[in-house]
């Protein structure tokens, strides 16, 4: 893994939790033919949307915060250095207040991030409001110098000749900034993604920074993070595209299924892209891309979809029968189950303090009000049937579902003559409704306990409306002369028609094509290959022709010369590639375009810019060209993407860069001066 050339002081950067080989991985989809930038845009920074309002918002205290942060670092700099108390007393007093503003602000902050009505649909319909996650805040960073110099210094080339390539990355990296709540800006985010691929190839060494430093600020706590590591910036527009996602489900009109479906894959997309982060990412320098944090974001979102499934069963049960009542209820309880492993995940010590206290909240309510339903479901099944007892539904299917709704047998007399009884139902769907009202109550009073929530008048709506129903049905099955205390009911067990799935992050969905392409193949011309200058060879026909061997393409490897032959008088090499013919480009020409230039040369010859590339280890390259035939014709640039379900196991971005490798490389990605037995030619292979 990369490690930033950092003090020792400072904390690792951000990198990936690779294994200690250098994988290959498939780089991102390319489009085919001419690059004329991305037809992808971000929201204008000035619109007054809601949703932008307090992206701006936020923004601002994010400036704040980083400005205070500063002002605290000096303070506590200077009480360490200094002797004179009374300068320590100053310090001290001006600490208390820096801290104090640091606060307020985050205070605000929290209060921004609990605006979940923001994001919530403008239907009429009364659901539970979900819980968004805010986009994280990034400052702009001008890589123009950086990028022309090593243009320069690695590439040789005229710095000047990429200005557009330049200015288009910076563009796009400044649309990414604010993207529109939609696919449109799920598209930007991932392209954007995809493009810092080929950044890292093409500018990112394994043992060298480019001085760059890539600024986020935490997307609750708003305290800023700074690095140099790609993987930093890799890592936070991966957690934006997850946030984006809530953002989308949280907006979806869940009064319809259609609108339900929708949610459930949003989150189940934003669950595989937190997951995705935490499996292959490590050393993050912010507390929401940590681990704890991100383990339970992934939680939540599993939590979410788990609540869009209840809503899904309750809006397309055609029918009040007994088992699908039954099959509700065993539904609500695996959503209050599924809350209380978030609550759970949220009281550890390190995410305690960090998560809102309304996030919280909102979580503790939900699982106290799933549970409740869970109960309420019960008893109006057992309650329901009370006075008319249909045939059907005392077969064996009904009597197995009850058996199955318990986590324990209630106490009285077995559950296939309460099935029977009506007032032994009645007994039994009273307690459920007794439980289901001290959940309600309790739900209730968590809720009056968080201001913010208190604003939300649709979740007070929904805790109001669903508990004044249980009040009514138990008013409605209790009796003045019903003088037997109520049996405690026992929980019901959770189980559900459609177990969440964590979705990862496809990236080959969007293709891109490599913005700095005109540098040539990337499978030669990458920040790790390392080559000597441009050597130019005039070269004619001999009687015995050009004598040399060619193979490959994109750029054309001269796979060895004839001793003594035209080639070999002219200096070229066995190992040399092929750039330029003639003075015209020839990086990415294909082997036979190549061919028909040399076969096409006047008397006068012709004459070739050619390359060879120097490796750390020669003899490792020589062994990976000797036993690896195919790898003169493969072109990284250009490899096919996997399956999806392959895509979904691997990563798009090379994350280690390890020195060593082991096995068979891909010879032109780090060519040598090598020598191959002559007379036996290969694959792909032509002597001229």
């Known amino acids: 893994m990369r490690m930033a050339e950092e003090p020792a002081t400072r904390e690792p950067e951000m990198s990936d939790a690779g294994s200690d080989e250098e994988l290959e991985l498939p780089a991102p989809m390319m489009e ?79 209060e921004l991030n609990s605006s979940m009505e923001v994001y919530q649909t403008e239907s009429e319909a009364i659901n539970v ?27 040789r080339e005229d710095s000047s000749l990429f200005e557009k390539e330049i200015k288009e990355f910076m563009e796009l990296r400044q649309a990414m900034r604010t993207p529109s709540r939609n696919e449109a800006g799920l598209e930007l985010l991932v392209e954007y993604y995809n493009q810092l ?6 500018f990112f060494p394994p043992h060298r920074t480019l001085g760059v430093h890539f600024h986020w600020y935490d997307s609750l706590t708003g305290v800023p993070s700074c690095q140099r590591a790609l993987a930093f910036e890799k890592g936070s527009v991966l957690f934006n595209v997850g946030a984006l996602y809530t953002q989308i489900g949280a ?25 995705f982060l935490k499996e292959n990412f490590s050393n993050a320098p912010s507390l ?55 609550l759970q995940t949220m009281s550890q010590p390190l995410v305690k303090d960090y998560v809102p206290f309304s996030w919280a909240s909102m979580v503790q309510v939900k699982a106290e009000h799933f549970r409740a339903l869970s109960h309420y479901y019960a008893a109006v099944a057992l309650c329901d049937r009370t006075q008319s007892i249909d045939e059907e539904e005392c077969d064996e299917e009904g009597e197995k579902a009850l058996l199955q709704l318990h986590v324990s047998n209630p106490a009285g007399p077995p559950l296939s003559q309460v099935l029977r009884d009506p007032e032994e139902r009645r007994k039994l769907g009273k307690a459920h409704l007794r439980r289901a009202l001290i959940r309600h109550e309790e739900a209730m009073r968590v809720h009056g306990l968080c201001k913010i929530l208190r604003k ?16 009514d049905k138990y008013s409605e099955m209790d009796r003045e002369d019903d003088f037997d205390e109520t049996a405690e009911a026992p929980e019901i067990h959770s189980q559900t028609q459609q177990k969440p799935d964590i979705i990862p992050p496809n990236f080959s969905t969007v293709q891109v094509t490599d913005i700095f392409r005109r540098l040539g193949p990337l499978s030669v011309f990458c920040a790790r290959a390392r080559w000597g200058p441009v050597r130019l060879v005039c070269l004619q026909r001999g009687e015995g022709g050009l004598g040399l061997t060619l193979r490959g393409d994109s750029p054309v490897l001269v796979a060895g010369v004839v001793p003594g032959g035209c080639a070999e008088e002219a200096g070229l090499r066995e190992g040399d590639y092929i750039v330029a013919v003639d003075g015209e480009n020839r990086k990415w020409a294909k082997h036979g375009e190549v061919v028909h230039s040399l ?29 690896s035939p195919r790898g003169d014709k493969e072109n990284a640039c250009q490899r096919p993407m996997g399956g999806a379900k392959a895509q979904s196991s691997v990563s798009l971005l090379n994350w280690n860069r390890k020195k060593n490798r082991e096995g068979g490389g891909v010879t032109k990605r780090l060519g040598s001066t090598f020598s191959l037995p002559f007379g036996n030619l290969g694959d792909g292979e032509s002597m001229y």
């Open 288 to 342: 929401d891309m940590s681990g704890p944090s991100l383990c339970m974001l992934v939680r939540l979102m599993i939590a979410q979809v788990q609540e869009c499934v209840f809503e899904r069963v309750t809006l397309t049960m055609q029918d009040t029968h007994f088992t699908s009542q039954l099959q509700v209820a065993q539904e609500a309880a695996r959503v209050s189950d599924v809350y209380s492993l978030v």
């Open 197 to 202: 691929y080929y950044l890292d190839q093409r």
């Open 32 to 110: 085919q033919g001419s690059h004329d930038g991305s037809i992808r845009k971000g929201c204008d920074p000035c619109s007054q949307t809601q949703r932008s309002k307090l992206q701006h918002r936020r923004a601002r205290i994010n400036q704040q915060i980083n400005k205070e942060m500063r002002m605290r670092a000096g303070a506590e700099n200077l009480f360490r250095a200094t002797t004179n108390n009374k300068v320590k007393e100053t310090v001290a007093l001006e600490l208390s207040f820096v801290n104090s503003n640091l606060q307020l602000l985050k205070e605000e902050l929290e």
């Open 456 to 471: 939300m008048d649709i979740l007070q709506e929904v805790l109001s409306f669903v508990h004044k129903r249980s009040l």
């Open 251 to 275: 907006r979806q009109d869940r009064s319809a299924a259609t609108g339900i479906d929708r949610a459930i894959d949003a989150f189940q997309r934003a669950a595989g892209a937190f997951n």
């Open 129 to 155: 409001p979900m819980i968004p996650l805010g986009l994280k805040e990034t400052k702009e960073v001008d890589l123009t110098v950086p990028l022309k110099e090593y243009i320069c210094e690695h590439y």
């Open 599 to 627: 076969k096409s040369c006047s008397d006068r010859g012709v004459e070739l810019s050619v390359i060879t590339l120097h490796t750390h280890d020669t003899q490792v390259e020589r062994r990976s060209v000797m036993l």
